[in-house]
């Protein structure tokens, strides 16, 4: 199936406009520079006048040295942009790579770039962190075991802690909606060990989940649902919880705890040649050396794309149009798919090489492949994903002593990663360096998650995703209760106040419209009446019952609120509304006309129902 590439859409959007609309769009234009000329000559003169106006005001002890002056708050442009000068100019930049390589080797593997914005690993540095002293982490007693040389995969250890210690156990779900924390969910756990009880606590917000465990010694009787939410956050006060009374909740809840789980990859693998020191000669090569054959190898096993059943990693296995052949590999249960610039289909004339860059481009790491000493800069490529590279340059290559040098770099807003580079940071040629490179890669994506740029995208789908989770939970629960939705009354003030007042009025009147249209078909054979006088006291129950529709709940109601979706990301569950789905055929097709070409995903809009995969909510372009 086709794609649309953020280039191909570029080159559309670049098609040539009529002469006319350029020209009334280059004149609208001039028309509002000079307007902004004017407002700002005028704003400047009436400054100029208070200035001398509170000058010629104050005393002489109060008036402002001169020279220099101190100008009043309101004469701020002209000073910001002296002040940006002197700021260039006191301002040294870190030295331009043509510099370097005039100068002579031997080079460094990576130097930062002109004006910074990376950082580079340093080896020498044995107490540099890693994301392992934050909460990433594997646990040793659950989850992937560390490799055969030890080298740790980092994960977040309390997305799987549901998992781990609630799922299949006993333990009591609750749920609550708060106006200042939004929606909550807690999962509650009784344990003991070793004589002593404990409390398992597990508290998901909008913005984080919490995980703890408190002991009970000393406690006479346990505590509260609200005070054990406390203990894990103080903001969580004078809230009342419910508990959830659905069978398969457990199943929904470990869903969302995982939806950041990912067990497929896919990285950049890009040759660089001596002397090569921009993005054109980087996705210009095409011939592979055999000491970049051999790092080939090392990685994993190359495969035909044509028919590949396997993580396919955007590449095109059905018409050969991104290439033939690939690399790929298996790594502690994780699929890899490499994107290498050299098996990638190569365009003549284009000295972009966008059929390359498209994948590579929207990588989020990629490692640097250098067979002599030449020196690579961060910000040689550019990507708004692209945020860690791992250099890897060869010596003595094809040999028994082959060894390789690493080098690594990030933007400045990822943390760093493990596993540390050894000092020195060179590696045989072998399965240990092997193990070192995969796991430093997924690692080094797994931070890069915690950018800003990515942190954003993934707090938004967090937040869409727990208040999925809260609706269907809340309708579950009233289900099998026997109760509706507008018999719950939550009262944390979220789900009250004038706009569900509103909503429950506007339900009894298209209640109300619609049995007295009924009653009036039924009794003059149809049509609409001119006048409903009189109708109200003919409608029946049998009349009410054949022509009244009761109003639907779920996500495609209009009249429910685009804000709260209470269905969507578990489409498991929702057999018991099929016979509704199945009545309005034409919020099907609307919904179904917004999955994307490949993946079968609905957009952001349309994500009610439809959604098969709630751990791709599609945050990363990168993504299968």
């Not at 955007?314 to 890899?336: C, M, N, P, W």
């Not at 019952?545 to 685009?562: D, H, I, M």
Request: aromatic share 8%.
């Amino acid at each position: 199936q086709s794609h649309s590439t953020p280039w191909q859409r570029a080159a559309t959007m670049s098609e040539p406009e009529p002469a006319s609309r350029v020209h009334s769009k280059k004149a609208g234009i001039r028309a509002a520079v000079i307007l902004i000329g004017l407002l700002h000559k005028s704003r400047r003169q009436k400054e100029r006048k208070q200035e001398l106006l509170t000058i010629s005001n104050a005393s002489v002890g109060e008036r402002p040295p001169s020279p220099p002056r101190t100008a009043p708050p309101t004469m701020k442009s002209a000073e910001f942009f002296d002040m940006l000068e002197r700021m260039q100019d006191d301002y040294i930049p870190y030295p331009r790579i043509e510099e370097i390589v005039e100068k002579g080797g031997p080079y460094s593997l990576v130097i930062l770039p002109q004006f910074g914005g990376y950082w580079i690993e340093d080896a020498e540095n044995v107490g540099t962190p890693t994301s392992s002293d934050s909460s990433y982490y594997e646990e040793e007693d659950g989850g992937l075991s560390p490799g055969t040389f030890g080298y740790k995969l980092e994960c977040n250890g309390t997305v799987r802690a549901y998992r781990k210690h609630f799922l299949g156990k006993e333990h009591l779900n609750f749920y609550c909606t708060t106006n200042s924390l939004g929606n909550l969910i807690l999962s509650l756990k009784y344990e003991e060990a070793e004589g002593q009880e404990y409390l398992r606590i597990i508290l998901r917000s909008r913005t984080k989940t919490l995980h703890d465990r408190i002991s009970l010694a000393g406690l006479s009787k346990l505590p509260s649902v609200p005070q054990i939410a406390k203990l894990l956050c103080d903001d969580v006060t004078g809230l009342k919880f419910y508990p959830v009374l659905y069978p398969r909740a457990s199943q929904l809840i470990v869903t969302y705890d995982e939806h950041e789980v990912n067990n497929t990859f896919k990285f950049g693998v890009i040759y660089q040649k001596f002397g090569q020191i921009s993005e054109e000669d980087l996705f210009g090569n095409n011939e592979e050396s055999p000491a970049f054959t051999e790092f080939l190898n090392l990685l994993g096993d190359k495969i035909e794309l044509l028919d590949f059943k396997g993580f396919r990693g955007g590449l095109d296995v059905a018409h050969g149009q991104t290439g033939t052949d690939s690399v790929y590999t298996v790594f502690r249960e994780k699929e890899i798919m490499f994107h290498v610039s050299t098996k990638l289909p190569y365009t003549e004339g284009d000295p972009q090489q966008l059929q390359r860059k498209r994948h590579i481009g929207n990588d989020i790491v990629a490692a640097i492949f250098q067979e002599e000493n030449t020196p690579f800069v961060p910000d040689m490529i550019a990507s708004n994903f692209l945020h860690a590279y791992i250099v890897v340059q060869v010596e003595n290559a094809c040999t028994d002593h082959t060894t390789y040098k690493v080098s690594v770099t990030a933007r400045e807003d990822v943390p760093s990663f493990g596993p540390p580079l050894p000092n020195p940071a060179v590696f045989k040629k072998g399965p240990e360096f092997r193990e070192f490179l995969l796991t430093k890669l997924i690692n080094a994506e797994n931070a890069c998650y915690k950018s800003d740029k990515f942190a954003r995208l993934e707090g938004r789908t967090r937040a869409a995703l727990l208040d999925n989770l809260h609706d269907e939970l809340h309708r579950q629960t009233q289900a099998m209760l026997g109760l509706g939705s507008d018999d719950d009354k939550m009262e944390n003030g979220s789900h009250g106040g004038l706009l569900e007042s509103f909503k429950r009025a506007m339900r009894v009147r298209s209640h109300s419209m619609e049995t007295m249209v009924g009653a009036h078909k039924k009794q003059h054979g149809g049509g609409v009446p001119g006048s409903l006088s009189g109708v109200i006291s003919q409608s029946s129950t049998e009349c009410t019952k054949s022509t009244f529709t009761p109003p639907n709940l779920s996500a495609k109601s209009p009249l429910k609120s685009p804000v709260k979706r209470r269905s969507g990301l578990f489409p498991r569950l929702h057999a018991s509304a099929d016979s509704q789905t199945d009545s309005r055929p034409r919020s099907d097709n609307l919904a179904g006309a917004q999955r994307t070409p490949d993946s079968g995903h609905v957009s952001q809009d349309m994500r009610s129902e439809t959604s098969s995969n709630p751990s791709s909510p599609e945050i990363c372009p990168h993504k299968e």
